[in-house]
């Protein structure tokens, strides 16, 4: 079965400082990854996503950047953080699963990091 | 007009009762549709996908989907507390998933 981690749990960053989080899918090859972030009390913004190695997809302009090194995994990163960066990311990933009704696409989320820039 | 709008609540029902979560979205080729809930401080979970029109239960969830007039919505019967979590509909487009900003459930015993 396909398992996604993330870490850290939390993060407690001082403003400027950088910031690296990591995700790692198992169990499947060549998915698609997204980094997802959700603001306090707010829904889901998607911030980019990968459909394979060094092909990255930015949804919003902002000050942070991601990259896919190899296959299964995918890095959210920032130079300098902001107050505004503040929040719970979420790392996903998609594919395709086969079952008795033919095979349809899914996306799982890992547990994400919920990070306070102070 | 957002790609996938749902009412934010909070949907207030008693324990027992059915709880009736609607969603609409813009985009008329999308082929995909699911439900997420989410408990406060913890990462969505899958609890139903949905392909094609009409319903499809599993166990007190029964999501159903209507294409023509492009809204989905998911049913809870027999609500009970734990339920009470945001949900969020999400729709397939081309390479992502876009999601609604959620609907907020409160059941109460």
């Known amino acids: 079965s396909q398992t996604i981690h993330q870490w850290p749990a939390t993060l407690v960053q001082p403003v400027g400082s950088p910031l690296s989080l990591e995700c790692t899918v198992e169990g499947t090859s060549n998915p698609n990854l997204y980094w997802y972030r959700q603001a306090a009390g707010r829904g889901l913004q998607l911030l980019f996503y990968?459909?394979?190695?060094?092909?990255i997809s930015s949804e919003v302009p902002q000050n942070l950047s991601a990259s896919r090194p190899q296959d299964r995994q995918f890095i959210l990163s920032s130079k300098k953080l902001l107050l505004s960066d503040s929040g719970f990311y979420l790392c996903?990933?998609?594919?395709?699963?086969?079952?008795?009704?033919?095979?349809?696409?899914?996306?799982?989320f890992g547990a994400g990091t919920r990070l306070s820039v102070l | 007009q957002k790609e996938v709008e749902q009412n934010s609540g909070p949907l207030s029902v008693p324990e027992g009762a059915i709880a009736s979560l609607n969603c609409t979205y813009s985009d008329r080729g999308s082929q995909s549709f699911f439900w997420y809930r989410q408990y406060s401080g913890k990462s969505p979970e899958l609890i139903m996908s949905i392909y094609s029109n009409g319903d499809k239960e599993d166990g007190r969830f029964t999501a159903q989907l209507n294409k023509a007039s492009q809204y989905v919505s998911l049913l809870i019967r027999d609500s009970q507390p734990s339920d009470s979590a945001t949900y969020l509909c999400a729709v397939l487009g081309f390479q992502k998933l876009v999601f609604g900003t959620g609907t907020r459930l409160l059941v109460s015993p």
């Open positions: 996903a990933w998609s594919g395709y699963a086969t079952g008795a009704k033919g095979t349809k696409n899914i996306q799982y």
């Open positions: 990968s459909v394979g190695i060094g092909q």
